[in-house]
């Protein structure tokens, strides 16, 4: 029976790993959240990775201050060999007390939520304009060790998973947000290294787009690529390698 080897991620470089948030990306902004002003509108744009999310899971909350909207939303179980659903929920707000959120946009697509926050001033001599979060060049983004996703309140909080299946399978299921669901792929080289990549592009405010790529498995020298079974969506690609 041929024999299928899962590979866990592995930093990129010496270093460690290109971003701490995801295992597979090699370049673009790192981080969780993205999060900034919009200079002609003054308004202020947030961006979540909640890889598998549902649009219609997703709920914005203004909390009753009115400087900071709570985010949740639902990512299910796609496969009978997901280990579980995942539901997301995160708290951002403004830096000061001085302005309030008064209208919210949002966006989800690909496995992201953006959110356009407007704010009005109630205090005519405030300037601040950013908000609380994530700060996508925190050092801390950077190293050997790949940060479980802050903003999961149930299932896995990781970029990966991979499950022995009977008769010598294999289920992947790797997070890549933002990659719509035809612009992955998957190939087989000739020494059996089962590679995924995947191009997410900006869109709305987006300060740049990601690339990722990694290999997941090893399988046999003159392995058919088509035996395996591919689902992407959400920004999750699952894979079932057949023996």
Same mark, same amino acid.
């Given at each position: 029976?041929?024999?299928?080897? /899962?590979?866990?991620? $592995? ?17 673009? !902004? ?20 909640? =890889? ?11 909390? /009753? ?10 990512? =299910? ?38 959110? #356009?926050?407007?704010?009005? $001033?109630?205090? !005519? ?5 950013? #908000? ?17 996703? =802050? ?13 022995? !299946?009977?008769?010598?399978? !294999?289920?992947?299921? #790797?997070?890549?947000?933002?990659? =719509? ?47 395996? $079974?591919?689902?992407? $969506? ?10």
């Amino acid at each position: 029976m041929p024999i299928i080897i /899962p590979m866990a991620p $592995k930093p990129q470089y010496q270093s460690g790993f290109y971003a701490t948030n995801n295992p597979y990306q090699m370049n673009g !902004l790192k981080g969780f959240t993205e999060f900034k002003s919009i200079e002609e509108t003054n308004d202020l744009y947030l961006k979540l990775d909640f =890889p598998g999310i549902k649009k219609e899971s997703v709920i914005t909350l203004l909390e /009753p201050s009115e400087n900071s909207v709570t985010v949740t939303g639902e990512a =299910p179980k796609e496969s009978k060999h997901d280990s579980s659903h995942r539901k997301y929920r995160t708290t951002a707000g403004l830096s000061c007390d001085c302005c309030v959120i008064s209208n919210i946009q949002c966006v989800v697509e690909d496995g992201v939520v953006r959110l #356009i926050l407007s704010k009005k $001033k109630m205090n !005519l001599y405030c300037s601040a304009n950013t #908000i609380r979060g994530y700060n996508p060049e925190d050092p801390a983004l950077t190293g050997p060790i790949i940060l479980p996703h =802050p903003s999961v309140s149930e299932g896995s909080m990781s970029a990966y998973e991979s499950k022995r !299946l009977s008769k010598g399978g !294999l289920f992947l299921r #790797i997070d890549m947000p933002g990659v =719509p669901k035809d612009s992955f792929v998957v190939a087989v080289d000739g020494d059996g290294y089962v590679t995924v990549m995947g191009r997410a592009p900006a869109t709305m405010h987006d300060l740049s787009g990601r690339h990722y790529v990694g290999k997941v498995a090893i399988v046999p020298r003159g392995y058919d690529g088509r035996q395996i $079974k591919v689902n992407a $969506k959400d920004g999750v690609v699952r894979l079932v390698i057949r023996p």
